[in-house]
């Protein structure tokens, strides 16, 4: 006789699974302690990773740049789906069509640029003589502080020879290492990329059917969507703001006679992607390339306060019209997300940090529970 408490085999495909008894059900939902972690376990939660972030960067940064390139080149496979061209295919195409502009481009400004670098100690004497010149204070400065530093020194200390010994440079060594792990990263994402792309949304229905509830599906799939649309539009709308922020950066340049134009907007478009940093570094230099460049102090401060208006103009009309008020974050917040990630990757953090504070606000927009973060993210 089929006892009264069990419910009859639930068959779901192929597989059949006899429930649980309903009594047995209520007690161990009734006996199941309810576990809170404590303010010390979430410390220390928050510590250990930070600590694997740190160390575990070589691994974890190049999936996360292979995960915002993906959301952000996602819009652009559906729209080449849409006319029956495979996701592989696709993928490919778009890869090999940025990495050919990347080269392009590294080619042609990359030239000037390493002249440039190569000439940095003549220009950095040029530039100390310079603002000499134009504030003689400083020279001054300069020279009474040596005057002090002279001041216990004996005449034959004063006179005595200093021997210079030449030891051989670590730098060289230092640089192809630094190379090679770029080009190994930048090889494991550009690879890592073309799989994200190219299995279209096999991770997302991955994701959906280890969600256990019909609820958490829908939540799993619309948090992915916002997310994914959020950094698209962010990343797209930024980038095209900067290229032609550059464009009329370097054109400004141009007409002004100052050499390598098109280099030194290209410079300042890349800088403008970090946030308060990137434009505060810009403007320092174009103002030592005004100095460089003119004899005269008004002439030497045009270059940076044309990179000045165009980036106030940039970021107090363009980009607020272009993004809208999704992206209204919490000026603080973005600063102190700048430091955090700046400590923790380097450049690649700084870069990454408002995406990543962007897919954080996402998320606790859409979970209940995190309200309060959201509420404190959001300007």
Not at 95 to 116: D, E, K, M, N
Not at 136 to 152: E, H, K, S
Not at 316 to 323: A, E
Request: charged share 10%; hydrophobic share 55%.
């Amino acid at each position: 006789m089929e006892n009264a408490t069990t419910h009859p085999i639930a068959i779901n495909g192929d597989s059949a699974v006899e429930a649980a008894p309903v009594t047995e059900d209520i007690a161990e939902v009734v006996a199941a302690p309810v576990v809170k972690t404590k303010p010390v376990q979430t410390v220390l939660i928050v510590l250990g990773s930070i600590a694997f972030l740190y160390f575990a960067r070589p691994v974890v940064l190049p999936i996360v740049f292979a995960c915002v390139a993906g959301m952000t080149l996602k819009p652009l496979i559906r729209w080449l789906s849409n006319w029956h061209i495979p996701p592989a295919l696709s993928a490919a195409v778009v890869l090999c069509l940025l990495v050919s502009g990347f080269v392009i481009g590294f080619f042609q400004l990359g030239r000037p640029a390493l002249a440039w670098m190569n000439e940095a100690p003549q220009h950095m004497a040029e530039l100390r003589q310079r603002v000499e010149k134009i504030f003689p204070r400083i020279a001054r400065f300069g020279q009474a502080a040596a005057a002090v530093n002279d001041l216990g020194a004996t005449e034959e200390e004063k006179e005595k020879v200093t021997t210079v010994q030449i030891k051989t440079s670590r730098v060289p060594s230092t640089f192809i290492n630094w190379t090679g792990t770029f080009l190994v990263a930048v090889g494991e994402t550009l690879v890592l990329l073309y799989l994200m792309l190219a299995s279209g949304d096999m991770f997302l229905q991955k994701l959906v059917r280890v969600m256990p509830t019909f609820s958490d599906k829908k939540s799993a799939v619309e948090i992915s969507h916002e997310i994914q649309q959020n950094i698209s539009n962010y990343l797209f709308s930024v980038s095209l703001i900067n290229v032609f922020l550059g464009i009329i950066v370097s054109g400004g340049l141009y007409f002004m006679g100052v050499p390598n134009a098109a280099m030194w907007g290209l410079l300042v478009a890349l800088l403008n992607f970090v946030p308060y940093f990137g434009p505060v570094a810009g403007c320092i230099l174009l103002a030592a390339v005004g100095l460089l460049t003119f004899n005269t102090l008004w002439q030497a401060l045009v270059p940076p306060a044309w990179y000045l208006l165009l980036h106030l103009l940039e970021a107090n009309l363009i980009t607020p019209v272009l993004l809208g008020r999704r992206f209204t974050l919490n000026p603080v917040v973005i600063f102190v997300s700048l430091i955090f990630w700046t400590w923790l990757w380097g450049v690649p953090g700084a870069l990454l940090s408002v995406p990543i504070l962007v897919s954080i606000k996402v998320v606790c927009d859409r979970v209940p529970a995190l309200s309060h973060v959201s509420e404190v993210l959001t300007s």
